[in-house]
T-cell receptor, first 112, second 116 residues
Framework: NAGVTQTPKFRILKIGQSMTLQCAQD?????MYWYRQDPGMGLKLIYY???????DKGEVPNGYNVSRSTTEDFPLRLELAAPSQTSVYFC???????????FGPGTRLLVL | AQTVTQSQPEMSVQEAETVTLSCTYD???????LFWYKQPPSRQMILVIR??????QNATENRFSVNFQKAAKSFSLKISDSQLGDAAMYFC?????????????FGQGTRLTINP
């Protein structure tokens, strides 16, 4: 049981480039989330999904897009990378509300 | 909007001693969970303990326990018999509910150092 997986682990982007951060879970969870963690700070919610085909904005959605075509996958898209998007990105999921949220290992992104 | 406040940016404790990390939160809901997560240098977010607000009994997980004061909106974490492996960032989190989802609001974190 892999839990929540994320790829890549680390990426360097140039300003203006685009990329997709991948997230997958094998626990059949309905709810999935993307958070970012800036240095020395707590996590902030970017986007979330309550099921396949349903997504909504979190606290800091600007500069990002998401899709949820399957229960398992929840990719996060950066269209025009900016230095302010340098951060560690975490994907998470949970089945029941309220309930425990499980996190992936994170993707460290550096935009130069 | 719900907020979570951790007032101690850094804490240190001698190995085998006990330390308490503080957390306060703001909410108008009556039924909710609260969480403490540990983040070691590997950056992995690890659930330490959770507390259901409707339960009067404080949650306990081995050396970790909470002091939950619902009226005061306080949720502190006590680590007993501190071990070197407990050194990490600790985050308190409150789930803000919306559209059925559980959107976690995190505190700023407390960096815990264990002195041998």
């Amino acid at each position: 049981n892999a839990g929540v997986t994320q790829t890549p682990k680390f990426r360097i982007l140039k300003i203006g480039q685009s990329m997709t951060l991948q997230c997958a879970q094998d626990m059949n969870h309905n709810y999935m989330y993307w958070y970012r963690q800036d240095p020395g700070m707590g996590l902030k919610l970017i986007y979330y999904s309550v099921g396949a085909g349903i997504t909504d904005k979190g606290e800091v959605p600007n500069g990002y897009n998401v899709s949820r075509s399957t229960t398992e996958d929840f990719p996060l898209r950066l269209e025009l990378a900016a230095p302010s998007q340098t951060s560690v990105y975490f994907c998470a999921s949970n089945q029941h509300n309220p309930g425990t949220q499980y996190f992936g290992p994170g993707t460290r992104l550096l935009v130069l | 909007a719900q907020t979570v406040t951790q007032s101690q940016p850094e804490m240190s404790v001698q190995e085998a001693e006990t330390v308490t990390l503080s957390c306060t939160y703001d909410t108008s809901e009556s039924d909710y969970y609260l969480f403490w997560y540990k983040q070691p240098p590997s950056r992995q977010m690890i659930l330490v303990i959770r507390q259901e607000a409707y339960k009067q009994q404080n949650a306990t997980e081995n050396r970790f326990s909470v002091n939950f004061q619902k009226a005061a909106k306080s949720f502190s974490l006590k680590i007993s018999d501190s071990q070197l492996g407990d050194a990490a960032m600790y985050f308190c989190a409150y789930p803000c509910r919306g559209q059925g989802a559980q959107k976690l609001v995190f505190g700023q974190g407390t960096r815990l150092t264990i002195n041998p």
